[in-house]
């Protein structure tokens, strides 16, 4: 119970106020949630991810560790995605929605202060949880990116709408800086960093703003619950059992199990208004995993530190 007291209190109690906020700003300024959402993928989330990679020391050891883990991982969650898909017979922007909602994973600004908070003695977990966020960059932005912009567009316009995305360019560019120890000039970097730690604050307010147009019964939806089910709970178990298969043990086994209990992307939704496709479906989904998270994650919190603390 302390564990969930303390993940609710730390983590979804400052998103929820931020939440909070952008729903009282749109209902009082009505907002152009549009164009907030491209300052946040034209402008803030680039420069996230580059800032991310850039100062991230990836240690070589523990990605090797976790590569076959993330790979298999993230194959059953994509076939999950598409079963359930499949079963509630979704059009093709839910299909999008739904896979998304499922195979990606908020592991920044929710998953680093959870393991910031469990990991705090042992800093190899914590450094798992950086090389997650890496790859949940690379990936909410190949096969997220790809799932939202193939369910209204095919063929060569898929590739050119991919090239053209600015975080495309962040990603490569600050992994290229990082590996070469180039060192930016200070009055380059603070203007990125300044836009980096503007982040995680607008990217909240949007989604609040989102929010704040819903209608209440629109919650009522079976797409957003099985969301939740694939995302909170056959997620940590797909992980569990695959830890257990591949006999990964310790502070690797017990980070890797608590980040996969993590909710929704909140890219997911930015991604979804950028390219209208769903975006309120996608912004319920994030806006309930969140706070139904703050159980399930506890009780995974707990029963790995039984398990492999």
Request: charge should be negative; proline fraction near 3%.
């Given at each position: 119970?302390?564990?969930?007291l ?15 906020i ?16 491209n ?17 991230t020391?990836?240690?070589i050891?523990i ?16 076939l ?12 093709r ?6 896979k998304?909602?499922?195979v ?30 890496v ?8 096969y997220?990116?790809?799932?939202l912009?193939?369910s ?15 975080i ?7 992994a ?8 930016l000039p ?5 203007p ?39 995302r ?6 797909v ?12 502070v ?35 806006l ?6 703050s159980f ?14």
């Open positions: 119970m302390e564990y969930l303390i993940v609710f209190v730390n983590v979804i109690t400052p998103m929820l106020i931020l939440l909070a952008g729903v009282s700003l749109q209902i009082k300024f009505t907002f152009n949630v549009k164009a907030l959402g300052i946040l993928t034209y402008c803030l989330i680039p420069a996230a991810v580059f800032m991310n990679l850039y100062h020391v990836i240690d050891d990605l090797l560790d976790v590569f076959i883990f993330v790979l298999l991982f993230t194959t059953t969650l994509i999950t995605g598409h079963v359930f898909s499949k079963l509630l017979r979704l059009n922007q839910q299909t999008a929605v739904m998304n909602s499922i990606l994973i908020n592991s920044g600004n929710y998953g680093l202060p959870v393991s910031q908070l469990v990991f705090h003695e042992n800093p190899l977990g914590v450094s798992i949880q950086i090389v997650l966020i790859y949940q960059n690379l990936l909410t932005y190949s997220g990116l790809y799932n912009v193939s209204t567009q095919s063929g060569k316009d898929i590739v050119k709408q991919f090239l053209r995305m600015p495309i360019h962040a990603l490569w560019l600050g290229l800086l990082n590996l070469a120890d180039i060192q200070q009055f380059i970097e603070l990125i960093s300044h836009l980096s730690d503007a982040f995680i604050a607008i990217a909240l307010i949007t989604l609040g703003a989102q929010l704040a147009q819903i209608k209440v019964k629109t919650l009522w939806n079976r797409l957003i619950y099985l969301s939740a089910i694939g909170l709970i056959i997620s940590p178990t992980a569990l059992l695959l830890i257990l298969l591949l006999g990964i043990e310790g690797t086994a017990q980070s890797l199990w608590i980040a996969s209990s993590f909710p929704t992307s909140r890219n997911s939704s930015t991604l979804a208004l950028e390219y209208d496709v769903e975006p309120e479906l996608a912004a319920q989904i994030v309930f995993n969140t706070v139904a998270s399930t994650v506890g009780v995974v919190i707990y029963l790995s530190s039984l398990l492999f603390g």
